[in-house]
C-alpha cells in the first residue's frame, strides 16, 4: 500500500512565484515526516522534518493530522530550487526505522 | 570517511551476470539502508541493518536479492543473474542509530545499474 502520495510529478514555476508541493501520508498515529531534496548531480540529501519545525532554504512545511497532509511551501521560488522533492514517513509508521519515500516531485523553476 | 561512499558509481553488465555494489557509510553510523531509484517509481527500500543483522530484508525484491555488512561497516549488495528490470540507481544511507528517529539517513552518490 501506498503510504505517502505526491500526485505532481512535475511542477513548473516562474523565479518569484510561490511554490507548494503537496504530500499526503497514510498512518493514523502521530506521523514522523521528511522532506528530501536531491539537487541536479548531488546526493540526496534531508531539507527538512517536521519535529523541528524550523524553515529551511526558506521552505517550510507543516503537519496536518486531520488532512493527513505535510505540503512544502515557499513563498518565492528561487532557480536554485530546481530539484527533485521527495517527502518521507516513518520509521515508527513504517517499521525497523525504514522510511517510506514517495514518487517525488520535479521542480522546475524558470527564470 | 567525510560521506558515505558508494562503488562503482556506474556499472553496465550484460544480463544474466551478477553483479556487487559496495556501500561505506559514515564511521559510527549503526544503521545502513539500501534502496533502489527508479525512473517514475521513486525511492523503494530494500533492506535495513542494524550492525551486522538486518532485521528487515522484506524490501528484496527476489531472491536474487542478497546483501551483507561486516565488521558494522561495509556492506555489500548482490544481484544475481540480472534482470533488464534490474537496472536503476541503487541507493546507501546510513544514520548514526537504527532506533532513535531523530537521527536522519545521509545518502551516498549510489550506483546507476544498467543491464543491456
Known amino acids: 500500500a501506498q503510504r505517502v502520495t505526491q500526485p505532481e510529478k512535475l511542477l513548473s514555476v516562474f523565479k518569484g512565484a510561490p511554490v507548494e508541493l503537496k504530500c499526503n501520508y497514510s498512518?493514523?498515529?502521530?506521523?514522523?515526516l521528511f522532506w528530501y531534496v536531491q539537487y541536479s548531480r548531488q546526493r540526496l540529501q534531508l531539507l527538512l522534518r517536521h519535529i523541528s519545525r524550523e524553515s529551511i532554504k526558506g521552505f517550510t512545511a507543516d503537519l496536518n493530522k486531520g488532512e493527513t497532509s505535510f505540503h512544502l511551501k515557499k513563498p518565492f521560488a528561487q532557480e536554485e530550487d530546481s530539484a527533485m522533492y521527495y517527502c518521507?514517513?516513518?520509521?515508527?509508521?513504517?517499521?525497523?526505522?525504514?522510511?517510506?519515500f514517495g514518487k517525488g516531485n520535479q521542480v522546475v523553476v524558470i527564470p | 570517511g567525510a560521506g558515505v561512499s558508494q562503488s562503482p558509481s556506474n556499472k553496465v553488465t550484460e544480463k544474466g551476470k551478477d553483479v556487487e555494489l559496495r556501500c561505506d557509510p559514515i564511521s559510527g553510523h549503526t544503521a545502513l539502508y539500501w534502496y533502489r531509484q527508479s525512473l517514475g517509481q521513486g525511492l523503494e527500500f530494500l533492506i535495513y541493518?542494524?550492525?551486522?543483522?538486518?532485521?528487515?530484508k522484506s524490501g528484496l525484491p527476489s531472491d536474487r536479492f542478497s546483501a551483507e555488512r561486516t565488521g558494522g561497516s561495509v556492506s555489500t549488495l548482490t544481484i544475481q543473474r540480472t534482470q533488464q528490470e534490474d537496472s536503476a540507481v541503487y541507493l546507501c544511507?546510513?544514520?548514526?542509530?537504527?532506533?532513535?528517529?531523530?537521527?536522519?539517513?545521509?545518502f551516498g552518490d549510489g550506483t546507476r545499474l544498467s543491464i543491456l
Open positions: 541493518f542494524q550492525g551486522n543483522s538486518a532485521p528487515d
Open positions: 498512518y493514523s498515529g502521530s506521523p514522523e
Open positions: 544511507a546510513s544514520s548514526r542509530s537504527g532506533t532513535d528517529s531523530n537521527q536522519p539517513q545521509h
Open positions: 518521507a514517513l516513518g520509521p515508527e509508521a513504517i517499521g525497523n526505522n525504514r522510511l517510506a
